[in-house]
């Protein structure tokens, strides 16, 4: 399985590639979670790209080629991956193919989950993870069975990630139509394009998902 998840900030990527992930055994890479790996250590990487995700704006293209250049040659990638938030321009995508061509793999689907713009900020300003083991909650749709509790770990931090206020949503929701959203049509020139609604209980979500790439 060689795919892209596309689709909005707060649309259920992240969500939906954890669950192929167990489902067919490959890794979800997240440019997000790298790039937030990255700034917690306060690496150097980390602190080129802070400015950029703290206003919801994209990180230089050539720091999230590279970071990417580097995970497709990790060993754990030979019977696939699921990219989650990369790419996220024309030049991303450029590059993806490019990579992929020259490791002999190119890219099955890039699959869009779309849901519809008005409800994304109440997906995304609800959101919480659970610091110790990453499990994801939201305080509207599915929140944790005790208040503030992880139900999978016991953890009793839930924390809410840095962008997810509502000015930052608001530019990230404007970045995406602007450099995003152009990668729908560049996909479906390719023919690769897949699309589901991402509206409704997560587990519908992922049935629509494993119907579109069967
Ligand atoms: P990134 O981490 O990629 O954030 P994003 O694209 O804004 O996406 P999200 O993680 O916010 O949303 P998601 O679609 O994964 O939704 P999720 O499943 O979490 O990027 C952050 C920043 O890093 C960017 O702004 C940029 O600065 C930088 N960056 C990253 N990649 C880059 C790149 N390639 N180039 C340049 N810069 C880059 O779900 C959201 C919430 O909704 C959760 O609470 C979840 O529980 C809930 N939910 C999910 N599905 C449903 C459902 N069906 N019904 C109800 N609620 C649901
Ligand atoms: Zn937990």
Known sequence: ???????????????????????????????GDLLRAAVAANTELGQKAK?????GELVADEIVIGMIRERLGESDTTNGFILDGFPRSTAQA???????NELGQPLQTALLIKVEFGN???RLTGRRTCSACGQMYNVYFSPPQTDGVCDRCGGTDLAHRADDNEETISNRLNVYQQQTEPLVAYYDTQGKLASVEGEGPLDEVFARIETALA
């Open 120 to 122: 994304l900020v109440k």
């Open 94 to 100: 450029e590059a993806l193919d490019t990579m992929l």
């Open 1 to 31: 399985m060689r795919i892209v998840l596309l689709g909005a900030p707060g649309s259920g990527k992240g969500t939906q590639a954890k669950k192929l992930m167990d489902a067919h055994g490959v890794p979800q890479i997240s440019t």
């Open 51 to 55: 400015a950029a995700m703290d206003a």
